[in-house]
């Protein structure tokens, strides 16, 4: 039995775990379910040496997981991302024993697509972040339900502009049919409660992040509320994992695509890559900036003198998101916040 250095990928599912270990030379020297837990990953992994690098597929859990063996054991934990990992498989074919392996050998011959592996309190905030994230989609499936109970009983409101107070209150009188006034009841209630809930949460993320440096960095700018100014933290996490602006603007999915080919130059829009909800907070943020920076507002009308305003809007937040990075990385503690 080998005990030299070994390489190992963890096959992560919510019961179980499937622990493949690779010699140096590729040799598989174990490929088997364990329980899931981190006790049980270092029995085995043990026996066969000292992991010279672990590889798990980041999915639900995974991350915690990692943090966890890695705290347990110092052992280097790494997490690979699913998307770039998939590709890299030579068949169609897929089974834990399989996905443990590739991800053994890829670590093994330092070609594993890597991707960050937060802290416990970015985790957590992230968590708060998208919990926000899925109340506000349900209020606006909410808002999208009750408009269209007014266009089928042929309903307006001429008096107030659509989710003022005059129109909630006229809402609540509004000829409707029997079933359709009680469903509009219902709607109101749900949506009362929704908005209460955000609320919450959105005092939790302030309070939550009151004491953190870069969050208060970043709601110095110009622009920049509390909810953008969190999301950016929870989601960025650590800008000095980044090496350049370039590659900042590029995961939060604002960077243009590059669609040339021969003689042909065309650009093909943005990145079809990145956290959408993170893309959609920053480009909403370049719609606000020239209102309250000069220099933003030069550069939209220079743009949109050629451009359409949507290309315009997205070319603001990539330059933004690299002049953010230059300024939060003048201050080392900031950056390795």
Same mark, same amino acid.
């Given at each position: ?29 174990? +490929? ?22 672990? &590889? ?22 790494? #997490? ?12 169609? /074919? ?7 392996? #590739? #991800?053994? /050998? ?5 070609? $594993?697509?890597?991707?960050? $592996? ?19 989609? /349900? ?9 269209? #109970? ?52 959105? @005092?939790?993320?302030?309070? !939550?992040?009151?004491?953190? @440096? ?43 695509? +590059? ?18 909800? $993170? ?29 359409? &305003?949507?290309? !315009? ?25």
């Amino acid at each position: 039995m080998s005990m030299g250095m070994v390489h190992v990928g963890l096959d992560y599912h919510e019961d179980s775990i499937r622990v493949c270990v690779l010699r140096r030379d590729g040799r598989e020297l174990v +490929n088997r379910d364990v329980p899931n837990d981190a006790r049980s990953v270092r029995s085995l992994v043990r026996r066969f040496g000292r992991p010279q690098g672990i &590889a798990i597929e980041a999915c639900c859990g995974a991350a915690d997981f990692a943090a966890e063996l890695h705290q347990q054991t110092g052992w280097p934990v790494r #997490l690979a991302h699913p998307g770039y990992v998939k590709r890299l498989k030579q068949g169609p /074919d897929k089974s834990d024993h399989d996905d443990a392996w #590739l #991800l053994a /050998d890829l670590v093994r011959v330092d070609y $594993l697509p890597e991707v960050w $592996l937060a802290d416990a309190a970015t985790r957590q905030l992230r968590r708060l972040v998208r919990y926000r994230q899925g109340l506000i989609a /349900d209020r606006k499936n909410i808002k999208l339900r009750m408009r269209a #109970l007014l266009r089928e009983e042929r309903l307006w409101c001429s008096t107030a502009r659509a989710w003022t107070e005059d129109w909630k209150e006229w809402l609540k009188t509004a000829a409707l049919g029997e079933h359709s006034r009680w469903v509009m009841d219902q709607e109101l209630r749900r949506l009362e409660r929704l908005e209460e809930d955000i609320r919450a949460v959105e @005092q939790r993320m302030e309070s !939550a992040t009151a004491e953190d @440096q870069l969050t208060q960095r970043l709601l110095e700018q110009p622009g920049i509320g509390p909810i953008t100014a969190v999301t950016l933290r929870a989601e960025i996490g650590r800008f000095d994992r980044f090496h350049s602006g370039k590659q900042l603007a590029r995961f939060c999915g604002v960077t243009p695509c +590059n669609a040339s080919t021969g003689r042909r130059q065309a650009d093909a829009g943005l990145v079809k890559a990145g956290n959408r909800e $993170l893309r959609a907070l920053v480009i909403q943020a370049a719609q606000r900036l020239p209102r309250h920076v000069e220099k933003w507002s030069t550069l939209k009308q220079r743009l949109t003198r050629t451009k359409p &305003a949507n290309v !315009a809007t997205a070319a603001i937040a990539n330059r933004w998101l690299r002049w953010l990075y230059h300024q939060v990385l003048t201050i080392r503690e900031l950056a390795a916040a």
